[in-house]
C-alpha cells in the first residue's frame, strides 16, 4: 500500500503549482482515451496566466546542526495579488505550521489562513481578512475553543507577519527608498502569534518598529548566487536581552522586486547559548 506523509503531499501540491510535475506513467497498458491513444497529460507546460516560484529554507542554529525547514512557493497572478503557500517545522519547539497567504499588488495583505500543531498535536488554525479599516480573525484554538477577533485600524495595515522565514521578507517592502534615512519606522504591521516561533493563537496583534536598509550584496547560499538587498530589524530599547547579554535583531538578505527569502541571521532570540541562528535558501526554481 502507498503511504504519503504529509510533507510528501505539501510538496506535491507545490510542484503541481509550480508547473513542473512530470508525466504521468502508464501502467498496464496506459490510460486512454476512446480513440485507443495515450493521454499526454502533465508534461510540466508552465501556466501562461500565473508565474509561480518555489524553494526550500534551513534553520540552522549557534552549533551549525539543522534544527527546522520550510517549503514555500508564490504565484503572481493577472489581478496583481500574490498568494505564499508555506509549510515549517521547528524541530526544537516542536512548531508545524501551514500558511496560505495573499496580497495586493503592493504586498499589503487580503487573507491568510493558518493551522498549527505543537508537541505533536493540532493547536489551532485561524482565517483572517484585512480590510482598509479592521482586520478580523475566525479562530478554532486547542485550548480557547471558537474565538471570533475584530481588530480596529485606524490607516490600512502594511503587512502581516504570519512567522514563516519567507513571510518576514514581506515585510520590507514598507520600506520607503525614495527618502534618505537610513533607519525608517515601521509602522501598519500585524502578527498572527506575539510567540518568537508563532507557536500560539493565532491571534492577531500589532506589530511596530524600526527597519533599517543596509545595502545591495551579492550572497551565495545551497540554491546559488544572488544579487540581494540587505534589511536590518534593529534591536529596540526595550526588547528583551538573551542571558549571554545579546540584543535582539535580524539581518535578512532578499532579491527585488518579488522580495524572496535569500538569508537571514537572528540575535539574541534562540533559545541555545548565544541566541544566535542563521536561515538559508537551499533550493529555489523559478
Known sequence: MLQLDRRSLFMAAVASAAGSGGAYAAQDGARSGS???????GTGK????????????LYIGDDEQERGREWFSFSFREDGQITLRAYCEIDDGRVERDVTYTMAED??????????????KFLGSGWIR??????????FNANMGRVEQILPLPSPARSLGS???SCDALVLPVYDHSRPERIQSRDGGLL???MLDGGSGP???????TLEYVGPERVTTGAGTFDAHHYRFPSRPDATVHPSGTPRSEDIWVTHPDYTFVRAEVH???KNPSGFGRYELVEFDA
Do not use: W
Not at 46 to 57: A, T
Not at 107 to 120: E, K, T, Y
Not at 130 to 139: K, L, P, R, S, Y
Open 130 to 139: 484585512v480590510t482598509d479599516t479592521q482586520a478580523e480573525c475566525e479562530v
Open 268 to 270: 539574541g532570540y534562540l
Open 163 to 165: 512567522h514563516p522565514l
Open 107 to 120: 504586498f499589503r495583505p487580503l487573507d491568510c489562513f493558518v493551522r498549527l500543531h505543537s508537541q505533536g
Open 203 to 209: 491571534l492577531l496583534s500589532i506589530s511596530n518598529g
Open 46 to 57: 508552465k501556466s501562461p496566466f500565473v508565474r509561480n516560484i518555489r524553494g526550500k529554507i
Open 35 to 41: 480513440s485507443g491513444q495515450n493521454m499526454n497529460l
Open 192 to 194: 498572527t502569534s506575539a
